[in-house]
């Protein structure tokens, strides 16, 4: 059984950070391509950032470009997302996914995730 269980959500002030972590079991973690995916209220739900399988290659939003980092440890089956000098606008619910296929600066929409996390909340105020 899949299963992708996100921590690490909080309410914080502008400017502040916070890493999200997401363990993750019944998947070759090593093996697997990995992302983060976030969902403001009355948005659709979006990219933000994506890991390949072999840990080497990572691909960002555009708007949490130099501000976030996503990283994995294989060691512990689980996948990070720091998230720094965040903002108002970074508030939503985040999401630990498995994609189905990974390419390099590939498709990273949702359609092309296979298995989701249930999701931590994140609130920035300003």
């Known amino acids: 059984q899949v299963q992708l269980t996100e921590s690490g959500g909080g309410s914080v002030q502008a400017g502040d950070s916070l890493k999200l972590a997401c363990t993750v079991s019944?998947?070759?973690?090593?093996?697997?391509?990995l992302g983060w995916y976030r969902q403001a209220p009355g948005n659709e739900r979006e990219f933000v950032a994506v890991?390949?399988?072999?840990?080497?290659?990572?691909w960002y939003h555009d708007s949490v470009k130099g501000r976030f980092t996503i990283s994995k440890d294989n060691a512990k089956n689980t996948l990070y997302l720091q998230m720094n000098n965040l903002k108002p606008e970074d508030t939503g619910l985040y999401y630990c996914?498995?994609?189905?296929?990974?390419?390099?600066?590939?498709?990273?929409?949702?359609?092309?995730?296979?298995?989701w996390g249930q999701g931590t909340q994140v609130t920035v105020n300003s």
């Open positions: 996914a498995k994609l189905s296929t990974y390419a390099p600066n590939g498709d990273y929409g949702t359609r092309n995730v296979r298995f």
């Open positions: 019944g998947l070759p973690f090593s093996s697997v391509a």
């Open positions: 890991i390949a399988h072999y840990g080497d290659e990572s």
